[in-house]
């Protein structure tokens, strides 16, 4: 690769009671007054009045629609709505659904895109990927990363402890994901961008060296976590692919997806793929799974609420899942006998 386009984000407020500033974040942005906000509607129901307020006083108008999957049926809607009431500008508001559902979109109306997590459980917050359910690739589409993000840290620190846990899964992910990068680079001579790499290892180190202050849930700490996962999908945008930030424990975490639906949440799968992945690349995986203890993350099968089994048959199906994309899983070709030796060994399984 001799050259690639580097798309970023324009504008990012990260800070406490952010969300009353949406109204003016947008307006500064100049793409005009129409909004189009995806939410779900438990979200809605919380943060509607702050939203309302916001937006009236800066003179824009909004049209508020409700998503409660990431599909393409939903992405159709969206793109119709989008076209049929002229909006400007696309804001997604919620946890992964909305962002991923608003990105794509926004992508197919080519619309600009504002980022509104309302959690901080995956680095889709900030990055040019969007995961929809249902298509026949089972990993992240591509589309264009968010003009604007804003992430208010009171709002995010009071969604449930689980789904920041699961974002530390994420970040820690970062470091299985960089060495199946450094992998392919020396293996199959593929592009490999040095700072986006460095830009990802850090926001892994974040939840390695911060875990027992991030188990405090103090603002502090999720702010951190906050800016460590836009961090992440910064990394993604200046590799010009989602290598810097998935390797072979997200085709895991995929290869989950499709053998066991709904269970668990994404980071949650990335981080125990990364203790598995961790191991094979001769990584010191106990500090991995400790500081994903101490954030109370789940680290074995039995917490996630799965089969055993199914962890097993995780591991073989994940490279086959992207043939394409080496990593450590393609390079091994593990055999049934040595899945589970592994997924035993580090006390997955
Ligand atoms: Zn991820």
Redesign the pocket.
């Known amino acids: 690769m001799d050259r690639h386009l580097i798309e970023l984000p324009r504008k990012i407020l990260v800070g406490y009671n952010v969300i009353r500033e949406l109204g003016s974040f947008i307006k500064d942005l100049g793409f005009g007054k129409e909004v189009l906000i995806i939410s779900g509607e438990k979200v809605k129901s919380l943060i509607e009045k702050d939203v309302k307020e916001s937006l009236s006083s800066f003179g824009l108008s909004y049209l508020w629609h409700h998503i409660d999957s990431a599909t393409m049926s939903f992405v159709g809607q969206v793109v119709d709505l989008a076209k049929k009431h002229q909006s400007k500008i696309l804001v997604g508001l919620g946890g992964g659904k909305s962002i991923d559902v608003a990105k794509l979109s926004a992508y197919y109306a080519n619309l600009p895109f504002i980022s509104v997590p309302t959690s901080a459980s995956?680095?889709?917050i900030s990055s040019p990927f969007a995961s929809i359910k249902g298509m026949d690739k089972p990993y992240s589409l591509i589309a264009k990363p968010p003009i604007g993000v804003l992430a208010d840290i009171i709002i995010i620190a009071n969604a449930p402890r689980r789904l920041l846990a699961s974002g530390c899964g994420?970040l820690v992910?970062k470091i299985t994901a960089v060495k199946d990068w450094e992998l392919a680079r020396d293996e199959k001579g593929e592009y490999f961008g040095n700072y986006a790499a460095s830009l990802a290892r850090l926001s892994a180190k974040l939840v390695i060296d911060e875990s027992e202050k991030i188990r405090e849930g103090s603002k502090e700490s999720v702010r951190d976590v906050v800016e460590a996962l836009i961090s992440a999908g910064v990394a993604a945008c200046i590799a010009g692919s989602s290598r810097p930030?998935?390797g072979s424990e997200?085709l895991f975490?995929h290869a989950l997806d499709m053998l066991a639906p709904n269970i668990g949440l994404?980071?949650e799968k990335?981080g125990i793929g990364a203790i598995m992945m961790a191991k094979l690349h001769n990584l010191e995986w106990e500090k991995i799974a400790n500081s994903l203890k101490n954030v109370h993350a789940v680290v074995n099968a039995y917490e996630l609420g799965i089969n055993p089994e199914l962890i097993v048959d995780a591991i073989l199906l994940a490279p086959k899942i992207r043939p394409e994309r080496y990593t450590i899983l393609h390079k091994l070709n593990l055999d049934r006998e040595s899945a589970k030796n592994l997924a035993e060994s580090v006390n997955v399984i």
């Open positions: 995956h680095d889709g994420d992910a930030c998935s997200h975490s994404h980071g990335c």
